[in-house]
Structures are given as structure tokens and as C-alpha cells.
């Protein structure tokens, strides 16, 4: 691990602390749960809870952050990577890190008209894999092309092929003519994107 007390075994740890890139603090968490279930896909959550043998979370930057602390015992009685849950953490979590999610193409786009949704898009994109909370990101959008380019924005209602992304506010949509794709902004790792920073700090 990057920041490990030792290569192998009962003692290794790994701490980080997640906080929202500059341009999206705006969501404050209650708990450290809503915290994790915010930043991390179920996918991540899985794979920490069957590789940490020693977990610790506390919230930071005003509650808009999270810091943890996981460790990891000896997997096995071998010194392999195989043998240890360290390492097991790390293939996994760089397996899902390099996941895309995406491009599904997108077929069509349809907006809700209102005084503060006009650009609250409906998309539909066959054999897409969003769920609410995930960021998307559009690309090569025709007609609708103010929806080219934007960092992401969040999913708020899923619905078989279809989904719907949040408006910004007292934007008037151009209608959509044809093409585009929508992709994850993160990968299948994170659930919302965010900033790491490694720490030698631990929580425990």
C-alpha cells in the first residue's frame, strides 16, 4: 500500500482523506455512512469491508469531507501477494479504478420546461448503467451542444433505458437533434468524484 507501515502483514495501513473538487462543495453529509455511500460505488464499499480487517471514518472540511483508515491482517500464512489482503485491496481497487462506465449512445433528450428545470434533461441511452447519484458527462451532443463539455452532472431519476440529469438553474436548453453519448465522469470505483489525498496520519 502507498502509505503501509509494513509491505506484508497484520500492521499494514492505508489512510486517505476525500473531499469534493473546488467547484462542487455544496453537499454537506450527516454521517459518516452518507459520507461513504456518497463518494464510493457499492462495488468499492464490497471490496473494502471483505479486505479491511480494521476500519476508522471521521468526517472533515465541515462535514463535506471524509478521512479513513483501513487495515489489513494476514490473509493467508504465505508472504505472496496472494496471501495478503493489502494487496488484495490494492488489485481490486485498481480493477475498478480503470472500469469505464460508458459511452452509452444516446438516442434521444427531452427536457422539463420550468422556471428553474429548463435544462433538467430526460436522455435516453439504451443498455446504460447510471443510478441516482452518479455524474455523467456528455460529448458530441447535437443540437443540445450546451451540454457538451460540462464536468458532470449528477443523476437524480433512473428509469430503464432512460435517465434524468439535474438542470442548472436558468439555463434554456437548445432542442436536440441527434448523436452524443453520456459517460460516468467517475470510474466504477467512485461514486462522485473527488480529490485523494494520502495521509501517514492514521486513525487508529
Known sequence: MPNSDTAHGIHNKYTIIVTQPADETDVTHSSVADAKAFFFSA???TVIDECATQEAYELT???KGLKMTLGFGSKGTGTAAADDWAEQFKSRKGALEGAEVGPFNISA?????????DDEATVTAAGHTF????????????????????????????DGNTFTTQ??????????TSGGTATKVCNAWAKSPYVETVSSDHLF
Open 43 to 45: 462495488a468499492a464499499l
Open 61 to 63: 472540511d465541515g462535514n
Open 109 to 117: 433528450i427531452a427536457y422539463n420546461q420550468g422556471s428553474y428545470d
Open 131 to 158: 443510478v441516482v447519484g452518479d455524474y455523467v458527462k456528455y460529448a458530441d451532443v447535437g443540437g443540445s451542444t450546451e451540454l457538451n463539455g460540462y464536468a458532470g452532472r449528477p443523476v437524480i431519476a433512473v
Open 167 to 176: 438542470s442548472s438553474a436558468g439555463k434554456t436548453p437548445t432542442a436536440y
